[in-house]
């Protein structure tokens, strides 16, 4: 069953545009992370935020984590048509747990 | 990433065929996973293994088995290919003194006819 579930499930924006992407969950995490994929190719870490996390930037990417509302946003300032891609939250939930990713939500962004 | 490989890349096959796809890495990682990804249904956990001699099952581990032949191996198998297992296979790996951020494959792509 999936634990993440992220929105829109589509997207697509002007280049230069920020994009805006949420993660819902249900239980408890350890922390949650961000990853992409371009298309037919392997998932590629991008961020992690843990529990005690509220925010946290890496290059153009920022993401926050409100674990009241069980929730999480990915924010990409100054999209690329190179963003283009699809981008999918997974939820860790312990030490010996496995990853449970969402759907995924595909980015397009026009040049 | 070059650091996961997976062989075969592409592998169409016919119903009842057993099938193996296999999964290397050189990260030095003690936990390896496969994951099917389908249209519209996210990737799911077929097995998982958090060291050789370890195996468990994912969610849909059903018409699939695995070996842990190695630390840096990880190889799984159709018995029986259905069509239903047409899907894109991913091998992944992480180091259990990380926050299990996971390194994927570039993915193999099987077609069941």
């Known amino acids: 069953s999936q634990q993440g579930e992220e929105d829109p499930q589509a997207l697509s924006i002007q280049e230069g545009e920020n994009a805006t992407m949420n993660c819902s969950y249900k239980t408890s995490i350890n922390n949650l992370q961000w990853y992409r994929q371009n298309s037919g190719r392997g998932l590629v870490h991008l961020i992690l935020?843990?529990?005690?996390?509220r925010e946290k930037h890496s290059g153009r990417l920022r993401v926050t984590l409100d674990t009241s509302k069980k929730s999480s946003s990915l924010l990409i300032t100054a999209s690329r048509a190179a963003d283009t891609a699809s981008y999918f939250c997974?939820?860790?939930?312990?030490?010996?747990?496995?990853?449970?990713f969402g759907k995924g939500i595909t980015l397009s962004v026009r040049p | 990433d070059a650091d996961v490989t997976q062989t075969p890349r592409n592998r169409i096959t016919k119903t009842g065929k057993r099938i193996m796809l296999e999964c290397s890495q050189t990260?030095?990682?003690?936990?390896m996973y496969w994951y099917r990804q389908d249209p519209g249904l996210g990737l799911r956990l077929i097995y998982y293994?958090?060291?050789?001699?370890?195996?468990n099952k994912g969610e849909i581990s059903d018409g699939y088995s695995v070996s842990r032949q190695a630390q840096a191996k990880f190889s799984l198998s159709l018995e029986s290919a259905i069509p239903n297992q047409t899907a894109l296979y991913f091998c992944?790996?992480?180091?259990?003194?990380?926050?299990?951020?996971?390194?994927f494959g570039p993915g193999t792509r099987l077609t069941v006819l």
């Open positions: 997974a939820t860790h939930t312990g030490a010996n747990s496995k990853l449970t």
């Open positions: 935020i843990r529990s005690n996390e």
């Open positions: 992944a790996t992480s180091y259990s003194g990380s926050h299990n951020e996971q390194f």
């Open positions: 293994s958090f060291d050789v001699k370890d195996i």
């Open positions: 990260k030095g990682h003690d936990r």
